[in-house]
């Protein structure tokens, strides 16, 4: 159980070799107790110490997660993730989780986000961008689920990474009221009304 004024911090991952470096990063951490690692959400009942206040959790992991929502419900969920496309990191987003860790992430950064994320922030960290070919190879997937164009996938992968209108026209050679035109279906077919909606959508419930 974690101690009073601290964090209980449960690793969720297939990887014993993962599971183990992520927690070794908090051994001695004053403001985190460590509940331990479980390879997949079925076990995490037989851990000692009660419900975690955070979890790290593979991405692969995380529907069994949303499927115990009586379990986790008071948990704040990181996402721990090998694929940084847009389907993904949204999918994240509109399924709750208070942050996002791309696997190229140094440990460094995994530390600050999660004390980001016990201080009521999101925690956000795409890694490097694809190279173009990987990219288009998931254009089609992307397209199908959310209905974007390849275009509009470009568009919402830039938006994630927070670039502006005028960084966005100059990357892809566009005009500002091209990229503002592109914008506005991407939030449409995403769902969020802007840029504002759409990064409020990160921060932590509870």
């Known amino acids: 159980m974690a101690q ?19 927690l070794d990063l908090f051994r001695g951490d004053p403001d985190v107790t460590l509940l331990g690692g479980c390879p997949h959400p079925t076990a995490v009942g037989n851990l000692p110490g009660g ?15 949303r499927g115990d929502l009586a379990y986790w419900s008071g948990t704040r969920v990181i996402l721990y993730s090998r694929d940084n496309t847009p389907r993904s990191v949204v999918d994240c987003i509109r399924g709750g989780a208070a942050g996002f860790v791309h696997e190229s992430c140094p440990p460094e950064s995994i530390v600050k986000g999660l004390h980001d994320v016990l201080s009521g922030r999101g925690f956000w960290h795409l890694g490097a961008d694809e190279p173009e070919d990987a990219r288009a190879a998931q254009c089609a997937d992307v397209a199908g689920k959310w209905k974007l164009s390849g275009r509009e996938e470009q568009i919402l992968g830039l938006l994630l990474r927070r670039r502006s209108n005028e960084e966005i026209a100059h990357e892809l050679c566009l005009t500002q009221q091209t990229v503002k035109n592109y914008a506005s279906r991407v939030f449409h077919k995403v769902g969020v009304s802007g840029r504002k909606e759409l990064f409020r959508m990160l921060r932590p419930c509870g």
């Open 51 to 65: 419900r975690p206040d955070v979890a790290l959790v593979e991405y692969e992991q995380w529907q069994g997660v």
């Open 4 to 22: 009073k004024g601290r964090c209980g911090l449960l690793v969720l991952h297939s990887s014993p070799l993962i599971r183990k470096a992520i």
